[in-house]
């Protein structure tokens, strides 16, 4: 069976730091390209970045893009997200979720979710 | 950046009714939908990839169609547990894009 599950969530104040982490297991892990996606409370989802099955390739959404980095250890079976310079605006649910790669870039596993939270 | 917009943004629907929502890109992108559906407290969970592949174990009563900027999503007979929040994404392109979002309420 196919489990996500995100670490590392927490209140942390604006200009802070903070590392999510992403233990995969039930498939292959680094056959798989690998994504985080948020919720702002309330809101609807927002795609943040997405690392290649190898690490090689990466991309982020512009609005994190210089303040996260994401990355992953196939060893370890983990996706990470190390999220710098922290506002208010990025509270909210992170999920990491798998690329199906059914079609172009689709997210076909989820994890629960690890809420950040940054006050203004 | 394509920009996904989603409508309506929520309806009211009864049980055993045909619900449709639509979906449309700013620019093409081939057949690169996807289709969400999100409870409240819960994760989203894949239905429909690649505009109209069901996905394993998503009951037949859910569909989608529609290629380059115009997608519908369809569920031909709604059940209790189907009211829920429904999204498209586009898969074609980074940085990947999600619609607003379509809430199904009694």
């Known amino acids: 069976e196919v489990q996500l599950a995100e670490s590392g969530g927490g209140l942390v104040q604006p200009g802070g730091s903070l590392r999510l982490s992403c233990g995969a297991s039930?498939?292959?892990?680094?056959?798989?390209?690998m994504n985080w996606v948020r919720q702002a409370p309330g809101k609807g989802l927002e795609w943040v970045s997405y690392?290649?099955?190898?690490?090689?390739?990466?991309y982020y959404a512009d609005s994190v893009k210089g303040r996260f980095t994401i990355s992953r250890d196939n060893a370890k079976n983990s996706l990470y997200l190390q999220m710098n310079s922290l506002r208010d605006e990025d509270t909210a649910v992170y999920y990491c979720?798998?690329?199906?790669?059914?079609?172009?870039?689709?997210?076909?596993?989820w994890g629960q979710g690890t809420l950040v939270t940054v006050p203004p | 950046d394509i920009q996904m917009t989603q409508s309506p943004s929520s309806l009211s629907a009864s049980v055993g009714d045909r619900v449709t929502i639509t979906c449309r890109a700013s620019?093409?992108?081939?057949?690169?939908l996807n289709w969400y559906q999100q409870k409240p407290g819960k994760a989203p969970k894949l239905l429909i990839y690649?505009?109209?592949s069901l996905q394993s174990g998503v009951p037949s009563r859910f569909s989608g169609s529609g290629s380059g900027t115009d997608f519908t999503f369809t569920i031909s007979s709604l059940q209790f547990e189907d009211f829920a929040t429904y999204y498209c994404?586009?898969?074609?392109?980074?940085?990947?894009?999600f619609g607003g979002g379509t809430c199904v309420e009694i």
């Open positions: 979720a798998r690329d199906g790669l059914q079609s172009g870039y689709d997210f076909d596993y």
């Open positions: 039930g498939f292959t892990f680094s056959s798989h390209n």
């Open positions: 690392i290649g099955n190898r690490g090689r390739d990466v």
């Open positions: 620019q093409s992108i081939s057949n690169y």
């Open positions: 690649g505009a109209s």
């Open positions: 994404q586009q898969g074609y392109s980074t940085p990947l894009t």
